[in-house]
């Protein structure tokens, strides 16, 4: 299958970086130039903010249009493929940033899922014992588009049109934590990250004519 062919990390960055050479090739012909670093990060956050529309879809908060599990699938493999590009082109390495926020090596999705879960569940015993109950996937969903915020703005710091101090740092641990929120929301939606960062890819590919 497909999804066993995918879940390695390293699969994901070289894969995914060779579908924004694709796309960049096609913004040079259609728009006489390739998107800026800011475009992107523009790009990431409008998908973002549609996984936050998806998810109250899903849960039946938003009018529903039958197809919410298939499109909310797809926007978390493209918010992930979106973090594989932004941390290249901030001359970030992909695999310290999740070493970073998770605190261990992890080289494949089968990890970054499972320690997304511990990590999740002990935050949980954290909203239970100060809030009483835990947070909703709603409210899960606020906190990831929060984070995916402040990367938008850490990139603006980085490009030196906002004045910020450890921009980096905060940089390699955003990054890190949003791949964990979009693990989270996977597992919360009951859908697999594995199947949907692989089937994102897949089907990008396909779409642009990319040899794997």
Known sequence: METNKII??????NRSLKIRVAYHELEQKHHG????????ALAFLTDVGLVGRLVMSYEGRWPLTGNEKVELKHKLGEVFW???VLTHRCNINFNDAITTF????IKTLNEVER????IRESYHDAERAFHEIIWSIEEDALAFITDAGLIGRNIMSLQGRWPKEDTSSELL???????WWIAVLALRS?????ECVADFISKTEVRLLINK
């Not at 641990?173 to 791949?179: L, P, S, T």
């Open 173 to 179: 641990h955003k990054f890190g934590e949003c791949v």
């Open 8 to 13: 390695e990390l390293e699969n994901i960055v």
């Open 82 to 84: 979106w973090i594989v």
């Open 190 to 194: 009951k859908l697999d990250i594995k």
């Open 115 to 118: 320690v997304s879960q511990d």
């Open 33 to 40: 130039g390739r998107w800026t670093v800011e475009e992107d």
């Open 102 to 105: 998770f605190e261990i090596d």
